[in-house]
């Protein structure tokens, strides 16, 4: 082979390296340009993950009431009423706002013990929720009210698991709270299904009623705060009774004999 074509063919054996040279980087160009497609949308996937995640762990999710109860009923007046049947004494009355801190931390304290006293036939309940803050400024005063005409709504079979979640649910004190839609959707989750419900609670349709109920507890009953408990219309010492679960039960089942 001649020196001219032992060149030329180094040149087109150069040539056709350069090619597939080309070939091979126009492939790792394409694959990185995939590969970091492919990463930007896993980022994304996740980061939608992990907010949607964060946004449901912050969502408060109400549940329905575990464990036996008496039977519940409403009276016409809206009190709630947890007895066995045949048991009407010693009676227990729980004045109580829903926007009232005080009460919240009774109901920590003392509300499973009430409960399972009613269930035991030890005691007959009579829950007697109004609007406290009626005075106030808002938010204090549309949470309370709002919260008061949406437990009315409330079926009595629904009505402890409901009246336990605004208390777990209770906003801060000055804080805007008891949304509407939360409200609304507290009742589906714990299980009330009444197509008249979800009207009920946003237009408030029982604030007449909490008027009246509010007006017994401050006019006809002197209650002059929250919460406010009488066992057979003797008023519980705060304090030494109503917050301590062994003092109650004591004072009440000394008032039953049982």
Known sequence: MSKAARERSARERLAVERKRQAARDKQRRLLTIVLGAVVAVAVVVVAVVIIMDQRDKGMQHATAHKGALPPVTREADGSIVLAK???????????????????????????????????????????????????????????SLRSAAAALCVPADKWVSYHDALFEFQPAEGSKGFAPKDLVRWGKEVGITDAGFDKCVTDMQKKPQVDTMTDYALKTRKVEGTPTVFLDGRQLDLQKEIMSPGALEAVITGASGK
């Open 85 to 143: 049947a045949g048991v009407t004494k010693p009676l227990l009355e729980v004045f109580e706002d829903f926007q009232c801190p005080i009460c919240q931390e009774m109901e920590k304290s003392s509300g499973k013990t009430i409960q399972k006293l009613a269930t035991e036939g030890k005691v007959k309940v009579v829950y007697r929720p109004f609007h406290l803050f009626g005075g106030q400024q808002d938010p204090v005063k549309t949470n």
